[in-house]
């Protein structure tokens, strides 16, 4: 998984600017989570069995701006499902788009 600095056109036309947390699915094996925040934020990942788990953790300091996050998550024929933890807590896409 890596952050993007510079996002594929496709991929940006999907992003839905008022989703906080999207998923946006591709048919070549590659997932990209979008996440809106005024925080910093630090990632962990982990995979089990059909499972990938994206652990993402705010810090307290906040910035006036909003910051989107584009994660590329290159996923393996194996995993069917994405679960996102949100500072330990699960959480659910506000939007998910595939193409």
Known sequence: MT?????????????????????????????????????????????????????????NDTSKKMKQHVFKLTLDSKHEIIDVYLNGKSAVFDNVTGS
Do not use: C, F, G, R
């Open 3 to 59: 952050e993007l600095q510079t996002i594929p056109n496709d991929v940006q036309m999907k992003i839905n600017p008022d989703s906080t947390l999207q998923l946006i699915n591709t048919k070549d094996d590659i997932a990209y989570i979008v996440y809106n925040t005024k925080k910093t934020i630090t990632t962990d990942l982990e995979s089990k069995e059909d499972t990938v788990k994206l652990k993402l953790d705010e810090s």
